[in-house]
């Protein structure tokens, strides 16, 4: 029936767990960790993500986000994660997204990569997905928020060549 709630349930198969570095307004990115969710992996396989003041490296420059630089978690195991209970923020929105819409209402995304998702979408309409984790996804919407509040004092750091890209000169202000 049109309007009917469905529960996404995870299946737990690793697909989320892999093809984790993605390019996103021209940086090269991992999966977003919010502080103190970097200490769930090794440190090499982290980096700062977001950072907030006059210029990285100088004083009362503060890293908001870190994110992970391994194209596969190292947590995945044969089929499913190892730190399911504990898993970062990212890993506990999946397949689900928020971001800031028309008059700073959110919007949800959904991934239609993850193919528990794609099940339930496919061929529906009028569906409604109660989404279990929207805490962990509103956490992640904070970071990018404070992002956009001051956009000349916020930084994404870029794997691709190891330096940090102001966000005004990322975002497309027409």
Not at 5 to 16: A, I, P, Y
Not at 129 to 144: N, P, T
Not at 149 to 156: C, D, I, L, M, S
Request: aromatic content about 6%; charged content about 35%.
């Amino acid at each position: 029936m049109p309007g009917d709630e469905t529960v996404f349930e995870c299946r737990r198969c690793g697909t989320c767990c892999r093809d984790l570095v993605q390019e996103d307004k021209g940086v090269l990115r991992g999966l977003t960790l919010l502080p103190g969710e970097e200490e769930l992996f090794p440190e090499a396989s982290v980096r700062p993500a977001v950072g907030i003041g006059r210029r990285p490296h100088e004083r009362g420059f503060t890293v908001i986000a870190h994110q992970l630089v391994e194209e596969t978690c190292p947590h995945l195991g044969e089929a499913e994660c190892r730190i399911h209970d504990r898993r970062p923020a990212s890993c506990r929105q999946f397949p689900f997204s928020l971001r800031e819409g028309p008059q700073g209402r959110q919007q949800m995304g959904l991934d239609l990569n993850c193919p528990a998702l794609a099940e339930i979408v496919e061929g529906r309409t009028g569906l409604r997905i109660r989404f279990e984790d929207r805490r962990s996804a509103e956490r992640l919407l904070e970071v990018s928020a404070r992002a956009r509040e001051r956009p000349k004092k916020a930084w994404f750091y870029d794997l691709e060549n190891g330096k940090w890209m102001r966000y005004d000169n990322l975002i497309d202000e027409r």
